[in-house]
C-alpha cells in the first residue's frame, strides 16, 4: 500500500457521530459576544509581550518576538492561551446562527455508517457506527451476513470519548487483534493485543509507536514494529531514528529484539511490513516522498529472524512502495522514469538490473497498488476521480472495476491467496458506501449503503479548468444549489490542500453538505504539490516552486470571481495542516481577495517548522529546510508568520488544539500573536485552542461538531449570511 507523509490527510469529515455532549473543553466567560464585521470599541486583544530574539540565516537577521511562545508547558503561555480562549469562545458562541448550524449538523451527522471489512482466518472484522456514536465500534463476525458482535467499544474507554482507537491488525489466522489507543488526540499509540473469542486483553503492552503499525509473523505467535529509542526519562524520544522490533507475545516489551535500525544516515526513518507469506519482513525506508528504500530479512515460520539485513533497494533516488512478495518475487510500484507510476517485479535474490516492468506506466497517475488474490489492483487518478483497473501478474488488462459515479474509491485491500476484496465509494453528494468485490469475475455488490436525512438531488457537482499564474491547468471541483444564481453574491468556501503527493478527491461530509444547504457554494481546488496528475504535479508544488501552490489558490479564487460566483468579500478559504500554510500564506499574499479565512493545525513558521520532531524534519521533501540558503530565500518570502503586514486582513479565525504533537501549536499561536499586532482595521482575528485534541485523528464527534459550528458560524457573520438559517424551513439566522 502506498505510505503517505505523515501530515493529517486533509480528509473532511472523521468517523464518527453525536452521542452525548460532554462539556465543552475550552476556557469560557460570561463576556457577552462582539459583532463580527464591526467589533465594538471594547473589543480587544490578549496582552502579548514581545522580547528581543533574532536568528540569523545565511547573513540574514530574522526576529522571533514570540518565540516564549514555543514553550507550552509555562505558566505564561498556558495563562495566554486561557485568555485567547475567553475572548473566542464567548464571540463564536455569541453568534445567533451557531447553535442552529449544530443543531442541524448533528440531525445530519445521525446516520449508521460502516468501514471497509478486514478479513483474518475465518472472520470478518470493521468498524461500525449507529449514528449517535462519538467512537466507531469494532465489529467482529464469522460471515458477512451473520451476527457481529462488539469486540471493542472505545466510548467506555474515557468519559469524554477522547480516549480513541487508533489502528487495528487483526492475526492472520483471526484469533487475536493487536489495537492501539489514542490518548487526547496524541499521535503517540499505546498497543494491546485482544482475544477475538474471549474478548479479553492479554497482559502485552507495546509503547513508544508512532504512525506504525504492527506487522504478525505468519504464526500469529508475535509481531514486528517500529518504535522510537527512549530518552533519559524512559520515554519516547521522537526526534531521533524510529528502531524495528520483533515481540513474542508473552514475553515482557522490555526486552524485545532490535532487528533494524538505521547507522548509517541521519534522517531515514524505517517501516516495517510482513510478507503474506510470512518469510519477509520487508523493511520500508522513508527519507521524503522521493528518496525510499527496501530493504528485508528473512523470518522462520516461528517468526525467529534469519540472516542479515538485505538492500534490495538502496538508491534513494525515487519512490518505491513494496506491494506483496509472491514465490520470492517483490513486487513493487515505482516511479523511478515514470513519474505516473509503474508495477516493476523484482526476484528477492537478483540485482537491480533484473527486475521486469509489469504494469507499465499511463497517462494517468497510479496512487495505489495491492496484490489480492494473485490479480494487481491500481487505482489511478483521472483528472482527481478514481479509476480503479485489475491486472492478472503478468500486466494483462482484466477488467475496470465498475464504480457508482465519477467519485473517489478506497480500499482493495487483501491475502494475495483472498477470491474476494472491499471497496469504499463517496462522492461529495454521497456518503461512503461498501461494496465487495468478486476477484475472479469482476462482479460488485453493495455490502452496505447508508440512508440520509437530506434531499442531495437539489444540488450538482461540476468539475472546471482555470488557468494559474503561469497558464497552467488547474481542475477545481464545485457543489451549489441547482437554482444558484451567478450574480458575484454567493458565499464560497475555497478549500484547498496542495502538498505532500496527496490528492483531493470528491468525499462526503456532513459539515459540507450544512454548508450548501445554508446556500453556500463549496469550490475545492486540485492545486499543484498534490498526486492528482503524478510526481511531476507534486514536484511543481514543492520547494523552490512552492509558490506555484500558492498561485493556484489564488487563482482559484479569482476565476470564482471572475464567474460571477461570488466577490472578495464574500469568499472564505478553508484548509488544515499543510492547508493550514496555504491559507496562512495567501492572506498574507492578497488580504484584498478574501472575505474570511479559515486556517486551522497550519505550518506556519517555515523557518522553524521542523525543529520539534524528526517526523517534521521529513516535511523537508517538500519544504526544503532553512539550513539550505536557496530553500530558506524562498520559505522567507512566504511564510506566513514572516510576512504579516500592518494591513487590513479579513476576519480569521486560526484554530489549534493544545495536543497536536504533529503540527505542533505553536505555528497557531505565533502566527495569531502576530496578525493580531498588525491588524489595522476592525475585522476580527481570533485563537481557537481545543484542549484534549491533537491534529485531528481519533476526534469524537461532539467536539467535531463543535469545531464545525463555531467556523460556519464565524463564516455567517464574516461573509454576512445573516438571512441565512441552517433549519429546513426557516429564515433570519441573525
Known amino acids: 500500500m502506498k505510505r503517505k507523509v505523515l501530515l493529517l490527510l486533509p480528509a473532511l469529515l472523521l468517523l464518527g457521530s453525536c452521542g452525548t455532549e460532554p462539556a465543552r473543553q475550552m476556557a469560557s466567560t460570561s463576556s457577552p459576544p462582539a459583532t463580527a464585521s464591526s467589533p465594538p470599541a471594547a473589543f480587544t486583544y490578549p496582552t502579548t509581550k514581545r522580547i528581543e530574539h533574532f536568528d540569523t540565516y545565511h547573513g540574514t537577521r530574522v526576529a522571533d518576538p514570540y518565540r516564549w511562545l514555543e514553550n507550552a508547558d509555562s505558566a505564561d503561555t498556558k495563562s495566554w492561551i486561557q485568555a485567547q480562549n475567553e475572548l473566542a469562545q464567548p464571540y463564536l458562541e455569541g453568534i445567533p446562527a451557531r447553535e442552529r448550524i449544530k443543531q442541524r449538523m448533528t440531525q445530519l451527522w445521525n446516520y449508521e455508517r460502516y468501514d471497509i471489512p478486514l478479513k483474518r482466518g475465518q472472520r470478518y472484522f470493521y468498524l461500525r457506527n449507529d ?30 470519548a477522547t480516549v480513541a482507537l487508533g489502528e487495528f491488525v487483526p492475526s492472520p489466522d483471526g484469533r487475536l487483534i493487536a489495537y492501539s489507543l489514542s490518548d487526547g488526540g496524541t499521535d503517540w499509540r499505546t498497543w494491546h493485543f485482544r482475544d477475538v473469542e474471549t474478548g479479553k486483553d492479554l497482559p502485552d503492552v507495546l509503547r513508544f509507536v508512532k504512525f506504525v503499525p504492527v506487522a504478525w509473523t505468519g504464526d500469529s505467535k508475535s509481531v514486528y514494529y517500529a518504535r522510537f529509542p527512549l530518552n533519559a526519562d524512559g520515554q519516547g524520544d521522537d526526534t531521533k531514528q524510529r528502531e524495528v522490533f520483533w515481540h513474542k507475545l508473552g514475553t515482557d516489551a522490555g526486552s524485545d529484539k532490535l532487528i533494524f535500525k538505521v547507522t548509517d544516515h541521519p534522517t531515514r526513518n524505517p517501516y516495517v511490513q510482513i510478507s503474506d507469506d510470512g518469510r519477509y519482513a520487508v523493511i520500508w525506508l522513508y527519507d521524503g516522498s522521493q528518496s525510499t528504500g527496501i530493504y528485508y530479512r528473512k523470518i522462520a515460520t516461528d517468526g525467529t529472524p534469519q540472516g542479515e539485513t ?11 512502495q513494496f506491494i506483496a512478495a509472491i514465490d520470492d518475487v517483490f ?59 485489475v491486472f492478472d501478474l503478468n500486466g494483462k488488462v482484466q477488467y475496470d472495476v465498475k464504480l457508482p459515479g465519477l467519485g473517489t474509491a478506497v480500499g482493495f485491500t487483501g491475502d494475495v491467496k483472498d477470491n474476494e476484496t472491499f471497496f469504499a465509494y463517496t ?94 457554494v463549496y469550490a475545492m481546488a486540485n492545486l499543484r504539490g498534490g498526486s492528482e496528475y503524478g510526481e511531476a504535479w507534486h514536484e511543481a508544488g514543492t520547494k523552490l516552486r512552492k509558490q506555484n501552490v500558492f498561485d493556484d489558490f489564488i487563482a482559484a479564487a479569482q476565476y470564482l ?174
Open 331 to 389: 513486487y513493487i510500484r515505482s516511479n523511478k522514469d515514470a513519474p505516473n507510476a509503474q508495477v516493476i517485479a523484482m526476484p528477492v535474490a537478483g540485482a537491480a538490473k533484473s527486475k521486469r516492468v509489469v504494469v507499465p506506466e499511463t497517462p494517468y497517475s497510479a496512487d495505489e497498488v495491492s496484490i489480492v488474490g494473485n490479480k494487481i489492483i491500481v487505482q489511478y487518478l483521472q483528472d482527481a476521480y478514481s479509476l480503479v483497473r
Open 131 to 160: 449514528g449517535l456514536q462519538n467512537q466507531s465500534v469494532l465489529y467482529v463476525t464469522e460471515r458477512l451476513d451473520g451476527e457481529p458482535r462488539v469486540l471493542l467499544d472505545p466510548n467506555k474507554l474515557s468519559k469524554d
Open 310 to 320: 538485505v538492500r534490495l533497494i538502496d538508491s534513494f533516488d525515487a519512490n518505491y
Open 561 to 734: 470571481v471572475d464567474e460571477k460566483y461570488t466577490s472578495p468579500s464574500k469568499i472564505a478559504i478553508r484548509g488544515r495542516s499543510n492547508g493550514g500554510l496555504l491559507v496562512g500564506a495567501v492572506l498574507t499574499q492578497r488580504p484584498d481577495l478574501f472575505g474570511a479565512a479559515l486556517p486551522a493545525v497550519g505550518v506556519l513558521d517555515m523557518l522553524r517548522y521542523h525543529t520539534p520532531s524528526a517526523n517534521a524534519r521529513q516535511w523537508s521533501s517538500d519544504y526544503g529546510l532553512s539550513e539550505n540558503e536557496a530553500e530558506f530565500r524562498a520559505q522567507l518570502a512566504y511564510s506566513p508568520l514572516h510576512n504579516v503586514q500592518k494591513v487590513c486582513y479579513p476576519p480569521t479565525l486560526v484554530t489549534t488544539a493544545d495536543r497536536d504533537d504533529r503540527v505542533v501549536p505553536w505555528h497557531s499561536y505565533k502566527f495569531a500573536a502576530t496578525l493580531q499586532a498588525a491588524q489595522s482595521c476592525p475585522n476580527p482575528v481570533m485563537l481557537r485552542v481545543e484542549t484534549r485534541a491533537g491534529h485531528g485523528a481519533g476526534k469524537p464527534v461532539w467536539m467535531q461538531i463543535e469545531d464545525y459550528a463555531d467556523q460556519w458560524a464565524f463564516l455567517v457573520k464574516s461573509l454576512r449570511m445573516e438571512q441565512v438559517d441552517p433549519l429546513p424551513g426557516r429564515a433570519n439566522a441573525g
Open 427 to 520: 462522492d461529495f453528494l454521497t456518503p461512503m458506501s461498501v461494496s465487495r468485490l468478486e476477484l475472479a469475475s469482476g462482479a460488485t455488490e453493495v455490502w452496505r449503503a447508508p440512508k440520509l436525512a437530506a434531499d442531495t438531488s437539489q444540488f450538482v457537482v461540476k468539475q472546471v479548468f482555470y488557468k494559474s499564474k503561469d497558464g497552467t491547468a488547474v481542475p477545481m471541483f464545485i457543489a451549489h444549489k441547482k437554482d444558484l444564481i451567478l450574480a458575484g453574491q454567493n458565499p464560497v468556501q475555497l478549500y484547498g490542500y496542495g502538498g505532500f503527493n496527496i490528492a483531493q478527491q470528491p468525499s462526503f461530509s456532513v459539515p459540507v453538505l450544512v454548508w450548501l444547504e445554508m446556500g453556500g
